[in-house]
């Protein structure tokens, strides 16, 4: 009986008894696997050998300085303490490789591209806001996207699209100024109200001048641009009065900045968060998440993915009703697109790879011009010498243009030969590139060449020539640290100064050329085949843009005393110190510039 009891018991308790032993073992592995990626992965990395900063934090490894400071803070004073090939550690004892070397850069971005695409992660964190587009896709994927979108993106295509650049940059032009002759105030251009009314009892009388968040109406330009040269649609963003799609749009991919740097902590709680939703789609996520803005987000996000797809329904309905000549004079690129479509058959795009495309481009074409645009206009609102330089080489090749018997606006080929505005140009993306650093996986072992060697961090008498990845590893390309690199710009580097892309008449200054970039010595439009495809719309819609608001007007700083610092959401954005409770934006002083200016003193 005693042995019949004890039997049933044991039979009875042994499921709880397996259960517990589970428990038990895990939670002995989860303190193990810690301390083993903290502790022991580091030692074992392929990269222990390279020079990098000593370990701030077990779990959280460097970030804390990534993170702390202004975009590419860190990565540049480690370029300067241990060389253009730098190990730094991540969360919870991973390795990062960070690359300044050119010949490095080379070999990740251009020869050897696709075998360092985008991480995973990545990739579906962009899929889930821009679609399957060409940002997402990689290998063979990303070589067929690039083939069919290379003739809608061609040099000649982008000239022909300048006349709509112009179009709503002499619409914003014409806004602003009857702002500026109505000195209309705006209420987000100041701290609080007491700064707005004290700016406005020390304005003289008669002065025309407003103060404005630039920020705002370069989002605006640059959505109606992108609407009209896009796709063929109508934002009217400028107008204030911007149908549902741009008014949606605008509230999904224009945040407003924390006035609190986010941290390691709150960094890895977002990825815990995007790893989640990689295995649970992000709306089905959102319908069980009791959160408004959750569903603010997901409700714009089905109404875009929506829209995008009604536009894009409307361009083919047309070519298969009518044929290909039905956009045969249609300048937009997916009427473009739709083309080469056609002509490539069934190795093209499908419809969820062409949706891809439109919001890509939307994005893309949206929020970087316009963020490049704005830090622009803040550092020419610093320098006034360089304002009014500009200002001169503008008002003269329109004058040149005109004495030939061309309209006011510019054409594409004067655009290109300004040198003054490209070297404005060439600065301003290379001090403030919108993106500030992007981040590529090996997709197999691999060594990396580089052009200056390292010292070893075990061995400071051997030197480093060439370094080991193993598959997975990542690399970590800093292209604002590119960009501000003392060894190609010399100590000026973080100095405002465009001159230095131009060869001096003395011959005392050397021209700055050549580089990894697409635009000589600089980043930010990445390169090689994964380097951003619209960079030559980007530039002319950019120069369209600044050419028009310079001629007119005369920007200076809100106050002498604001500060301004980037902030990095996906874009960098500008944020006043000691204001950050009022989001990004970008106050400044606008007037207009006087038309006899020739002593390149300004309007300050």
Known sequence: MDYTAALVAYTWLHPFRTAACVLLLAALSVPVYLLTCCFIRPLVSSLRDLPGPHNDH???????????????????????AHG??????????????????????????VTHAYEYPRPEEARSALAMILGKGVLFVDGDDHRRHRRVMNPAFAPAHMRNLVPVFFKHANYLRDILGDLVRTGAPDGSAWKDEAQRVAYEAEKKEGTEETVQDVMKWMNRVTLDIIGEAGFGYEFNSLSLQHNAFGRVFSSMFSPRASAIKPGPRAVLTQRFIAGVMRFVPIMSLAD???????????????FVETESMKILQAKKSEVEKDGLDSV?????????????????????????????????????GHETTSTALTWTLWMLAKAPAVQAKLRREIREAGAQAKSEGVDEDLESRVLDSLPYLDAVTRECIRLEPPVTSTIRQAAHDDFIPLSKPVPSASDPSRTISSIRVKRG?????????????????????????????????????????????????????????????????????????????IDEFDFALRDEHMQVEG?????????????????????????????DEGDGSGAH
Not at 289 to 296: G, H, L, V
Not at 328 to 345: F, H, N, T
Not at 474 to 496: N, T
């Open 567 to 595: 902030r990095a959401v996906m874009i960098t954005r500008p944020l006043l110190v000691g204001e950050e409770h009022r989001g990004n934006r970008l106050p400044l002083r606008i007037r207009l510039a006087p038309r």
């Open 84 to 109: 253009d090939a730098v190990r730094f550690q991540a969360f919870f004892g991973k390795q990062r490789l960070l690359l300044f070397d050119p010949a490095a850069l080379n070999h990740v971005l």
């Open 473 to 549: 590893q990542f690399v970590f390309v800093p292209i604002r640290a590119v960009g501000l690199s003392k060894d190609v710009f010399g100590d000026d580097a973080e100095e405002f100064r465009p001159e230095r892309w131009i060869e001096s008449e003395d011959g005392s200054g050397k021209k700055i050329e050549g580089g990894v970039g697409l635009t000589g010595s600089n980043l930010s439009f990445l390169a090689g085949p994964m380097g951003c495809i619209g960079y030559k719309f980007a530039i002319l819609e950019f120069k369209a843009i600044l050419s028009v608001l």
């Open 328 to 364: 045969a004079g249609s300048k937009d690129l997916i009427a473009l697109l739709l083309k080469s479509v056609q002509s490539e058959g069934k190795a093209s795009m499908n419809d969820q790879e062409l949706r891809g495309q439109l919001t890509t481009m939307l994005i893309a």
């Open 58 to 80: 077990p779990v959280y490894g460097n970030l804390a300085r990534i993170f702390g400071g202004a975009p590419g803070e860190a990565h540049i004073a480690w370029q300067e």
């Open 288 to 302: 069980w998440i009791p959160n408004a803005s959750m569903r603010q987000f997901r409700d714009a996000f089905k």
